[in-house]
């Protein structure tokens, strides 16, 4: 079956410009998660959503990053007033619920670069 | 909270079997042992978790010792395209915020030999 899609794949973008990357998590899964790898960096934990819960934000940077996620399929994660350090491998995961022996399924992720 | 340590790198050749050992000494008896792996240039991939009891699958074994303190994952028979940074990971059986806040460390680099 399909698995987690991102898009777009690279995106390079001017320091101070806002950036929207978008997840499509598989279907039917309830828990949706949002990473960032910088160069040559373990994972970091962003933002998690699960079912109808409020999202657990705590991950989140700066309040220049927010996430949304529509009718509990589609995520959306926007970076407000992009700087360089902010330039990773942004990685989005799906897995049926939130729980602990739940594998998470990452997609591709999405190459930002901050100029 | 728990953390777990591995080798930097490692090299296997190609159709040997590899051993990737990851100690976690302050794991909790309610934490669960994860694997993954990274491909290059891609996301990372699950390959199997465990408790207590060892476990297999298509994929890998994992061996856990029996304090718990450090577990290892076997490649029965590494081929080129099992060359790909491995993740061990634990993950929190009651806190689930914990798992959530868990900065994945830099994992083992394995490289294959043909």
């Known amino acids: 079956g399909a698995g987690v899609s991102q898009s777009p794949s690279n995106k390079v973008t001017e320091k101070g410009k806002d950036v929207e990357l978008r997840c499509d998590p598989i279907?039917?899964?309830?828990?949706l998660y949002w990473y960032r790898q910088s160069l040559g960096q373990g994972l970091e934990f962003l933002i998690y959503?699960?079912?109808?819960?409020?999202?657990?934000k705590s991950g989140l940077p700066s309040d220049r990053f927010s996430a949304e996620r529509t009718g509990g399929s589609v995520s959306t994660l926007t970076i407000q007033r992009t700087q360089q350090e902010d330039s990773a491998v942004y990685l989005c995961?799906?897995?049926?619920?939130?729980?602990?022996?739940?594998?998470?399924?990452f997609g591709p992720g999405t190459r930002l670069t901050v100029t | 909270d728990a953390k777990t340590t591995q080798p930097n790198s490692m090299e296997s050749n190609e159709e040997e079997p590899v051993h990737l050992p990851c100690n976690h000494s302050?794991?909790?008896?309610?934490?669960?042992i994860h694997w993954y792996r990274q491909l290059p240039s891609q996301g990372p991939e699950y390959v199997i978790h465990?408790?207590?009891?060892?476990v297999n699958n298509r994929m890998a074994s994992l061996a856990i010792a029996e304090d718990r303190k450090s577990s290892t994952l076997i490649l029965h028979r590494a081929t080129l395209r099992d060359a790909a940074v491995y993740y061990c990971?634990?993950?929190?059986?009651?806190?689930?915020?914990?798992?959530?806040?868990?900065?994945w460390g830099l994992g083992t680099s394995l490289a294959v030999n043909p």
């Open positions: 302050t794991i909790s008896g309610t934490d669960y």
């Open positions: 995961a799906s897995s049926w619920t939130g729980g602990p022996t739940y594998e998470q399924y």
């Open positions: 959503f699960q079912g109808n819960s409020a999202p657990d």
């Open positions: 279907s039917g899964h309830t828990a």
């Open positions: 990971i634990l993950r929190d059986a009651i806190n689930a915020g914990n798992n959530r806040k868990l900065i």
């Open positions: 465990g408790l207590t009891s060892n």
